[in-house]
């Protein structure tokens, strides 16, 4: 098989170089457009995913703030309640008002109720009952007013 010439890849004529620089050059073209086109793609991707996460957890935040809101409304209203007002608290009707309110909604961990100076005198489950709760967070902070 050997004529006595060495065997070389470089192209002979003019037209076999200019086709190969052609081809070479729309191979660089092409994968430059590809890169870009990616880059944009991966970018309105991620524009995309975070608008959507944005959306998703705005929502979250403004159904939490009118369920807490609602839950705020429903204590303030239960401690307006005659027997709470008007009543023994230490009485069995306090306490199952208390059962009754944490049976119907189940986003209550914990019902009770509180003297002033912090001793838990009804509670759902009898849970804490008698002790004293003075120095817990949330009992400073319903001082002021109704706390949820």
Known sequence: MSNGTPFTLA?????SQLTIWFGGLSLV???SA????GRIATQEIATTGGEALY?????????LHIQLGE???????????????QGDLGSTEVRRSLERRKEARSEYAWLGVVDAEGKVVQATGNM???Q????????????GGVFV
Do not use: C
Not at 34 to 37: L, P
């Open 71 to 85: 839950r705020e409304l429903e204590i303030l209203l239960l401690s307006q309640a005659p027997h709470f007002t």
């Open 11 to 15: 192209p002979r004529g003019f037209r």
């Open 128 to 130: 804490l009952l008698g």
């Open 55 to 63: 959306a998703t957890a705005k929502s979250a935040a403004d159904m």
């Open 34 to 37: 590809g890169i870009y086109v």
């Open 132 to 143: 004293n709760v003075a120095q817990r967070p949330w009992f400073q902070n319903a001082q």
């Open 29 to 31: 073209t092409l994968l």
